[in-house]
């Protein structure tokens, strides 16, 4: 679980966090039972409770996670319809498991690409020439987004036109947004496509506790604020747009009591 949500959990009740490295992890825990919570992507979880977890439930969105596509300023893109015709090396930074970067690479033909599992990493490869625009899936601000593109003369390139609208249209997971200027030296906002960062449990959980969590969180959206700027845009109304997932009793309980 988050770090913020269990600090502040932490106030009325005794949370333990375990560390895992991706959604795909978190949600074969829950799904064993060797957790009680977890937060997972929009797009992992709506596929999981489809096939094989419908005693899945979601208590709320937290944040949304946009994509960025970040590449050199000297590649001179300044629009994603030109990565085609100017057949650059690209890579995507993965430490989960997401459907976007595959839908994206296969909207636009993508081939000349690798995965790339740490910014380290990536930093590496683009600095060096080796890549000319790399993907990311994060909460923003995050701290090394903001040290890349800061530091190495890089740029965030926009992502919107039909061939996106069409994404967000046959996968319903698929969120449109932003990352907005003042972010990363930006002097106008992005426009991108995304998925939510859901904080989901089992249908068996009992109903009091979640009423707890869910109403601990409402109760506290200023101090998750405070507490890391990816939370900068939350609020009761976010919290429980566009789930798609069966939201669990005893949250629907506190978002009715709240």
Not at 46 to 68: G, H
Not at 138 to 143: I, M
């Amino acid at each position: 679980m988050d770090n913020v949500v269990a600090d502040i959990l932490n106030n009325t009740m005794h949370v333990q966090t375990r560390e895992v490295n991706s959604s795909q992890e978190n949600i074969l825990l829950l799904e064993k039972q060797q957790i009680d919570f977890a937060i997972v992507q929009s797009d992992v979880a709506y596929e999981k409770a489809k096939k094989s977890m419908p005693n899945l439930r979601v208590i709320m969105a937290l944040y949304p996670k946009m994509l960025a596509f970040v590449s050199t300023k000297e590649a001179n893109i300044s629009a994603i319809k030109e990565l085609k015709k100017k057949h650059l090396k690209l890579s995507f930074v993965s430490d989960d498991t997401s459907q976007i970067y595959h839908k994206v690479f296969q909207v636009f033909d993508i081939n000349n690409s690798l995965q790339i599992d740490s910014f380290q990493e990536v930093k590496k490869h683009i600095l060096s020439g080796d890549i000319d625009g790399f993907f990311s899936l994060q909460g923003h601000p995050n701290q090394v987004t903001d040290a890349l593109v800061r530091e190495h003369n890089l740029t965030l390139v926009p992502l919107y036109g039909k061939k996106f609208d069409q994404l967000k249209n046959d996968y319903p997971f698929i969120i449109k947004g932003g990352i907005p200027k003042g972010l990363y030296g930006l002097e106008e906002d992005v426009k991108s496509i995304g998925v939510q960062a859901l904080l989901v449990t089992t249908k068996s959980m009992d109903e009091q506790t979640i009423y707890h969590i869910t109403k601990t969180i409402l109760e506290n959206i200023d101090r998750f604020k405070e507490a890391n700027p990816v939370y900068r845009g939350m609020s009761k109304k976010h919290l429980i747009e566009k789930l798609l997932i069966t939201q669990h009793k005893g949250a629907t309980k506190a978002f009715n009591d709240f």
